[in-house]
């Protein structure tokens, strides 16, 4: 939700820690591609950056126009094609596909500003409208505020194909209908993952958690 600080996943420590050897991230809700860093830190600059937004996208595409490794792309992941209803907030981190609900009691400086309509579908979707190959990215970090769940359904047979996968995770109902972290074991325990790093260090009603994929 917020940018990243050195509390939170390094993963220049969690890659070798788990035997994950990165040959490209999949990172959908990129904001403006402020994990990049730690990418490269991890021995990966090989990154494919999703961002919804097109407000935001417009800032992040620039940074890395001159960088062959970083595919930049701006369309919602959902589990459906289709215009969907975006809630942008006045913090943009905190911006999502779900209209917000306890975030408002949480975070009452951060408020939805308006409504707007996103170009969405799932993951393979756009990996082959853009004719990208799944194979040269094996792990997969989703940071986007609620909508992990549906980005994950959506995601069919390809879930079972990375190696790893970073995930936010909800304890609450931040917005309107989001998964829970159960929700999230759901469906990454039954693809073979093992949930083996759990971190909330700024609020207890969401963190992040990252998952290694077993056999």
């Known amino acids: ?15 070798p820690r788990y035997g994950i050897l990165p040959r490209g991230v999949i990172h959908i809700g990129a904001h403006e591609g402020e994990e ?13 950056f999703i961002e919804a937004d097109p407000n935001t996208f417009a800032r992040l595409a620039p940074k890395f ?27 943009s981190q905190s911006s999502s596909l779900l209209p917000p609900k306890e975030h408002l009691d949480i975070y ?12 969405a579908a ?3 979707d756009i990996l082959a409208e853009f004719r990208l190959d799944a194979v040269g990215y094996n792990v997969l970090a989703i940071d986007t505020q609620g909508a992990e769940r549906m980005i994950l359904a959506g995601c069919g047979p390809l879930l079972s194909r990375f190696d790893a996968v970073s995930v936010e995770v909800n304890y609450a109902e931040l917005y309107e209908g ?24 700024f609020h207890h009603s969401w963190g992040d958690a990252f998952y290694v994929r077993r056999g």
């Open 122 to 124: 799932p993951l393979p």
């Open 108 to 119: 009452p400086g951060i408020t939805l500003t308006e409504t707007i309509e996103v170009e």
């Open 65 to 91: 126009r001159d960088n062959p490794d970083v595919t930049c792309i701006n369309r919602a992941v959902s589990d459906r094609a289709g215009r969907l209803p975006f809630s942008r907030m006045s913090g």
């Open 36 to 48: 990049y860093p730690h990418y490269v830190e991890a021995g990966c600059r090989r990154v494919l």
């Open 1 to 15: 939700m917020f940018a990243r600080d050195t509390s939170m996943f390094r993963y220049a420590d969690l890659f």
């Open 178 to 201: 989001c998964g829970r972290i159960a929700d999230i074991d759901d469906l990454l325990f039954a693809q073979g993952y093992e949930r083996v790093e759990e971190i909330s260090p």
